[in-house]
């Protein structure tokens, strides 16, 4: 019942590459956990009294974090920084391009 809630939190929300990497490392995170308890024996006390050994407690802290950190975007703020990325790639290699030629067709002549 749980997991479907969140499931349904996802799919009502966009899924961004912002929110698929709050989700996908607080699973990552709190699975590792929950598969080797050891990895938090170098964890200091107030931590790990924190923690206490759950692996629920491990996602909600990652997401919680992220969730700030990590600026906020919309899929359609991320469509618009990708095609401005092409663009910039795009002349860089229009501008590029000539002056390898200028200089092969240089290096030719001499």
């Not at 703020?77 to 663009?87: G, H, L, V």
Request: aromatic share 2%; glycine share 4%; charged share 25%.
């Amino acid at each position: 019942m749980i997991s479907l809630t969140g499931i349904q939190l996802l799919i009502k929300d966009e899924l961004s590459s912002r929110n698929m990497t709050i989700v996908g490392l607080s699973l990552a995170l709190s699975m590792g956990i929950s598969s080797v308890p050891e990895a938090t024996a170098l964890f200091p006390d107030v931590l790990k009294s924190i923690i206490g050994g759950s692996p629920i407690v491990v996602a909600a802290f990652v997401a919680f974090t992220l969730n700030i950190i990590l600026p906020k975007m919309t899929l359609a703020d991320e469509k618009k920084e990708r095609e401005a990325m092409e663009e910039e790639d795009r002349e860089e290699s229009e501008n590029d391009s000539p002056s390898i030629h200028r200089r092969t067709a240089a290096t030719s002549r001499a």
